[in-house]
């Protein structure tokens, strides 16, 4: 039924060259180029294959080129460490060992991928193929096992097995909520309706989340896959990926990938001869952040502007053009060919209580190795942070985490021994969310950290109900006023109120959340809000008002590098002299800071 | 339906299912906070304020929003919640421009209400606020968007009733405004100022803009009154302060149109203030009209028409009725011309526009009314509209059609051009002007071929079948797709939709009616229905759109001249006498049915009608061939004219007499779902002018024939004796009931929504097969266009009303011929460009309107507007009458089109 396109041989010897879009904008795509013209050039096409991949993981240390059968990991590739490695491809195929990883600089290499301690505590599940086929590819995907999980279920299971077998799993929906996959299925089988729809929700717009974007871009079929299992299961027989128009090379990865499954008979009419029919398209989202919640997305899909809708109905009930429509998150639907191949003990034996399997996180922020990390449910913030992130990048120790977007809530340092699952987060305030892990170090402000988010939500707010147009305006006007000097007694206390009423009483989760960075920074850091108000003090010397500059004397060597480079005129000294910044003129743009050769100017 | 028991507040309440908790709480009169709710439009759950405390749900679920629900149980008021609103209310005014001092919504603002109802003097939260400039640029509705709350009822009521769609939201974020597209002015954004976004605004952002400033809301007076433009009889609610009409607007659920009405509706009503309204007789003295005394005029007229009935007859004697007078005056007038005069010959403008519903489907079914009732369009799945310019000639209907679609009715809209509804269409089927039987007999063919045909219903419920199968089996269903220019798939789609759902229906109008086979088309529409078994029970029927206000009431109350009250018919010698004895009137009455509109206007010219007496109509620009009627009103001896103002047809009158508009009277109308309801005068009428039932009345005394009515009251209850259908009416049971449907015939009967439900009123439906004729007047080589008239949005037939209505009248105040973009370019003409437009009848120098749509109207179609004296589309109009009604083909003229170089 389905077998693989035998007419190109495998490749004995494989350099896989990432082409996620870090990478990619890194300029891996000529690295690879590179490869391509020198192996052609030797005429070894038939033995040595560029396999262009999906992300990796570790995109601090991009561009990621991994050769070879052991995985040889080649960090930073620029086009002349690319030449060197060819030659050992070409040749003796032994690693080149100024090139590899290291930890730090005089530290001792390491060869293998899977053996950098990024890796260490890692479970790919979701991200199985990524890094690994060439998403381009469907013979690719067909080796890597793609396809084999929808094969046997049309052959061998009942859309209620498939079903019974995912809520089994314990896998809740990865896209924010947590809800239950299963149950959510059921639901969408029971719902009574001629047509129903089956929908990928690939809006991904968490600022410094992209786990859906890696996945759609390293691996599309196993989300189509996802989609064709669950449609199967749901009896739905259209569906929609709604992903949106900023990700243009997962776009153009699952348009391919849709036309190659369907010309081989993956989707569309009568799949595998099994009678069941699924067809899926396209919907280009048009960078709306709200239209990640399901009913703004439905309102979308179906070419109106995306606002959500109150809640009974549920979509899945009636959802587009009113027809039942189960729509899922891109992660959930790459979970599904796993879980259904391994069954669901496999998938439950993973993980915490109510918290099974892995989860895709985004690490960003101030730690060594940010990227993409896919861990069992149940590791410990800390863990994350410090074994996978490798810890602080700077000298300064880590001092907050942002878990789950602008919707999540800000873990301090006290709390990193707090279990990442549902149940502990949300004991804690926080949310495991779509899974952006943002950590800061001592020189973020917490207040102007919350602010951030604030604005990013109100920014993206639908406008529709109240508290979610014009509290949260309100509410990014006070934090704004305190970030910039002007916070006033009582301010506190009206963000609290002001918090929990959008909290409770706003009609989606973009609202009800959209307080949560503030709620939780000013119930861990409330004593930075605090100095900001009474004070008029910026601890981390980020808020650009509450700050100045001053040179310290024992360092300044008098160079006037400063004073060159002050475009207000605000430095003045007698020549060989010290300098001194005057704070009325300084516009606190920072430029003597960085200028300074001898680290002498510094925030105050 | 079932019913719902809830505990709201510790109180037992029960609601219909189906009925959201907001609801049930409002029937209930428990009183729950509110902004962005209207009982028009689908739920939203925006403004937060309705929010309620449900036990076993999360959180606090917004009222507006939540199904009620057996068992339970909701709390409206607890501190939590009333914390929560009052920060709700304070936020919104953190962002309103709090100018209540002069705010014309002062006193009817929700938001004052609120802000009063939670004690917000400061509110505690202040911050940015929009800066929008106000616009005012249009004659009716003001924007002003610092006062705006973004609670989208007004992009809501445009969408979801309205179905026109000018307003959506704008921007992200604290700046999301509800906006026109591009922000551009309502003018320029397809709005048809239906004000229907003013009706729902519940703060000052959209106001009437004519109201600015003349009345604060506690100042008016409001009257319930029935609106005197189309046949729809929408309630409305006129607000008066010192006898003037301030504001027009809708109660809630309350009437047909259940709080929405249209532009014609709303704005329409300050030419009862024109100042040019005519004030007292006019009498024709040397050639000029000059002011008389009542006393005066009425003497005249009488013995003018005395000495002429007395010399040559009565049926010498004409009259003609007014579609926008009452009941009772309709009545009032022909029990003058035939109790005192003496004649049949009694005609107003349905002739030329639904005598062919009356007779094709009196023939039909025995009865030619609209079979069911507006409210049911919500029960049908399919309804098939034919030659309707719903949204812009029946703006109401329109609303109901368009929320329908919403929940899934499947509309085929069956037209020559690309009206508003076929937005909200599934199907458009574009024929040719004209060519309604031909597409009819094609959709019964496929009926039949698909086995859909209810041969129980024709079995049980007609007669007559055998004759039509057999024309049909006989019909070349490929031809009939040819004749009438729509592709046979489309043919094939409507006809099965239609056939094969539970509950269709069918509306139509002009486009049916207007042709010299018009009684022939309407048996058409009649036979598919009956084919179908479509007629009889909810979401069904035939449903002619009347076009007047009371058009209804006036052929019922028989202003036509072949029947008496109640289509009695008047050969009958008995039934005659009855009537005079009753009227106590001497006259010897024809067995004869009397002459029609246009035979009134050949009888005129060849000098066989000598006079003629004319009730509120404007026979110049409604009746087609404007020529030969100048010739009939230059050829009468005497002519009289009771109208508003003076018009083009007044400039023949002899005597012209100041009348009551409809707002300065009481009466009933009765609407085209055959809905008798009351007419309240809202404001006194001007000078001596008087309701025409008066001048009726005194005239008719003044001629020997004694009429006393103390109130319109007592002619209703005269009226009621001796119209069977009307036998149950009288003002005591209208007040109590509200509107009653005829057949209502006596005083214990609630009136009858659906005709037709288990036999056909004369017994047994009867099929005609009826095949497509040619109009006698289809282009030629010479004149290749078809001319098809018909009505615009924001005008009313001779535009006497409208045209004297600021705001307006600015909106569309002249005549054009539109032309679709193809044949435009092929006469190189472009939009404004003028041409000369030319048929067998006269000619006339128009601009173009060059459509926006590329497919409309059909090619080789041009159509115009009727309602313009400075582009009388009548001049061009007339030729054949339907041989059984008379009346005329207005939908297709051949016509030529040259372009006139400037």
Known sequence: ?604 | MKTISLTVDGRAISAPEGQTVLEACIAADIHVPRLCFDSRLEPYGGCRLCVVEIEGMRGYPTSCTVLAADGMVVTTQSPDLHSMRTTVVELLLSDHNISCLSCDSSGRCDLQDLAYEFGIETPRYAGETHKVDLEDDNPLIARDLTKCIACGRCVRICEEVQGASVYGYHGRGFNVLPNTPFGGSLTESGCEFCGQCVSTCPVGALTDRRAHFRARAWETQKVESICGYCGVGCTVSYEVKDGRIVRASAPLGRGVNGGNLCAKGRFGWSFTHHPDRLTTPLIRKNGVLVEASWDEAISLVAEKLGAIVAQSGPQSVGGLSSAKCTNEENYLFQKFLRGAIGTHNIDHCARLCHSSTVSGLAASFGSGAMTNSISDLAQAQVALVIGSNTTEAHPIIGNELTKAARRGLKIFVIDPREIRLVRQASGWLQLKPGTNVALINAMMRVILDEGLANREFIEARTEGFEALETMLLALDLDDAAETCGVPLDAIRTAAIAYASAERATILYSMGVTQHSSGTEQVRAVANLAMLTGQIGHPGTGVNPLRGQNNVQGACDLACLPNCLPGYQPLTNRGTLDRFCDYWESDVELPETSGLTVVEMMDAAVSGELKALYIMGENPVLSDPDQTHVLEALESLEFLVVQDIFLTETTAYADVVLPAATFLEKNGTFTNTERRIQLVNKVVDAPGQALPDGEIIVALSSAMGLAMDYDSPSEIMDEMSAVTPQYGGISYRRLREIGGIQWPCPDDDHLGTPILHTKTFTRGRGEFAPVTYRPAPDSPTEQRPFVLTTGRHLWNFHTNTMTGASGGLRELNPSGYVELNPRDAKELGVCDGDMVRITSSHGSLDVPVHVCTSQHSPRAGVAFMPFHFADAPANRLTGGELDPICKIPDLKVTALSITRIEA
């Open chain 1, 1 to 604: 039924m389905i077998a693989p396109d035998t007419s190109t041989p495998r490749a004995a010897y494989e350099v896989r060259v990432c082409a996620g879009s870090a990478c990619v904008a890194n300029g891996s795509l000529q690295i690879a180029q590179r490869f391509e013209e020198a192996i052609a050039r030797n005429g070894l096409a038939g033995s040595v294959r560029v396999i262009k991949t999906g992300c990796h993981g570790l995109c601090a240390r991009g561009p990621v080129v991994v050769v070879g059968p052991d995985g040889v990991f080649y960090p930073a590739v620029d086009l002349d460490a690319a030449d060197r490695i060819i030659v050992s491809v070409l040749g003796d195929r032994e690693p080149v060992e100024p090139l590899l990883f290291r930890e730090s600089p005089g530290a001792d290499s390491i060869a293998r991928y899977a053996d950098v301690p990024f890796n260490a505590r890692q479970q790919r599940i979701v991200l199985r193929n990524c890094g690994v086929i060439d998403p381009e590819s469907l013979d690719s995907a067909f080796a890597a096992g793609d396809y084999v999980a929808l094969s046997t279920a049309l052959a061998t299971m009942t859309p209620e097995q498939v079903i019974e077998m995912v809520r089994d799993s314990g896998l809740r929906g990865r896209g924010g909520a947590g809800f239950s996959t299963g149950m959510k299925w059921q639901l969408a089988r029971a719902a009574e309706g001629d047509l129903k729809y089956l929908c990928c929700n690939a809006d991904e717009g968490d600022p410094g989340a992209f786990m859906d974007r890696a996945v759609l871009e390293g691996d599309p079929h196993a989300v189509l896959e996802g989609m064709a299992l669950a449609a199967y299961a749901i009896g739905a027989s259209e569906g929609y990926v709604y992903v949106r128009a900023e990700y243009p090379l997962a776009v153009k990865r699952l348009r391919k990938a849709i036309a190659d499954a369907e010309a081989r008979g993956l989707l569309g009419k009568d799949i595998m001869g099994s009678g069941f029919s699924y067809s899926v398209s396209i919907r280009e989202g048009a960078g709306a952040f709200v239209c990640g919640e399901e009913t703004a997305l439905i309102a979308s899909v179906e070419g109106r502007r995306g606002m959500p809708r109150p809640r009974p109905p549920f979509p899945t009930t009636s959802g587009l053009w009113n027809r039942p429509t189960c729509i899922n998150n891109v992660e959930t639907l790459a979970n599904i060919p796993w879980i259904v191949a391994n069954g669901a003990e496999a998938y439950a034996a993973i993980g915490t209580g109510n918290s099974k399997g892995t989860k895709v996180f985004a690490l960003t922020g101030h730690v060594h190795y940010t990227g993409l990390v896919e861990v069992p449910m149940g590791l410990t913030v800390r863990e994350m942070v410090h074994e996978i992130g490798g810890g602080s990048s700077s000298e300064r120790p880590i001092k907050a985490v942002q878990i789950g977007g602008p919707s999540g809530g800000c873990l301090p340092a006290s709390l990193f021994d707090t279990h990442i699952d549902y149940d502990a987060l949300a004991s804690v305030g926080a949310v495991v969310g779509s899974g952006g892990l943002v950590a800061v170090d001592k020189s973020t402000c917490m207040v102007e950290f919350a602010r951030y988010f604030l604005a990013f939500t109100q920014d993206e707010s639908c406008g529709k109900c109240v508290p979610c147009r014009i509290g949260t305006k309100r509410m990014l006007e006070i934090v704004t006023r305190i970030t910039e000097g002007h916070g006033q007694p009582g301010d506190i206390e009206t963000l609290e109120r002001l918090g929990n009423l959008v909290r409770s009483t706003s009609l989606c989760a973009l609202g009800g959340t959209a307080a949560n960075p503030v709620l939780t920074t000013l119930k861990y850091f409330r004593e930075e809000y605090e100095e900001h108000i009474s004070e008029k003090k910026c601890r981390a010397h980020a808020c650009g008002a509450l700050s100045t500059y001053a040179v310290i004397p024992e360092k300044c060597k008098g160079c006037g590098v400063c004073k060159k480079n002050c475009p207000v005129n605000a430095i003045s000294s007698v020549i060989k002299e010290q300098y001194t910044i005057d704070p009325d003129t300084c516009v606190k743009c920072g430029i003597c800071e960085a200028k300074c050769p001898f680290d002498a100017i510094i925030r105050v």
